[in-house]
């Protein structure tokens, strides 16, 4: 069985990680969460569940407004041939999350540590950082150092590199 929220916010305290979660309707897009903004501050993200073509599995991680090109972005991680969405199954297998609740919280439910973390140097400028606790009914804010403690507690190693071409549309 996957981890809850409730599993969840037991880990982080059991680390000492602080954090604020704020209940909402559920939300699937940028756009939808766009909604919430001056009720949750933070750096508000964005997470794209990605596998190349031999199958290694990225979670991308950037801020909500980052443009990332996928047609280009494989060269700036180096993994092999273009990026194209992992399935909602290899999602649910992996990160225990659905389409729409796409989260670095998700790699609390990825005990073969299949996925690579990579996390945009943009969003890690930013002193609180907001995500899915594993669903999309709810927002958690925690801060960049202890989003990595983190992921590091789950047994990940996260890259921060530059994914983002800007702002999107700009």
């Known amino acids: 069985m996957p981890a809850t929220p409730d599993d969840l916010f037991a880990f982080l305290d059991r680390l000492g990680i602080a954090h604020a979660t ?23 993200t964005k997470n794209l569940f990605l596998k190349d073509k031999k199958g290694i599995l990225l979670l991308v991680v950037a801020l909500e407004d980052a443009a990332i090109d996928l047609k280009s972005l494989h060269r700036r991680l180096g993994v092999t041939g ?4 992992a399935s909602a199954d290899l999602m649910r297998e992996t990160l225990g999350v659905e389409p729409g609740s796409v989260t670095p919280f998700g790699l609390i439910n990825d005990v073969h540590r299949r996925v690579r973390v990579i996390l945009d140097r943009a969003m890690m400028a ?4 907001n995500y899915h606790p594993l669903v999309n009914t709810m927002t958690t804010t925690i801060g960049g150092p202890d989003l ?4 590091a507690a789950t047994g990940h190693e996260a890259g921060i590199e530059g994914v983002s071409d800007g702002p999107a549309g700009g």
């Open 22 to 44: 704020v209940s909402h309707p559920a939300l699937f897009t940028v756009e939808q969460s766009q909604t919430l903004r001056g009720q949750i501050p933070g750096g508000h």
């Open 82 to 85: 273009r990026l194209s969405f």
């Open 126 to 129: 930013h002193a609180q950082l």
């Open 148 to 151: 990595l403690r983190f992921i």
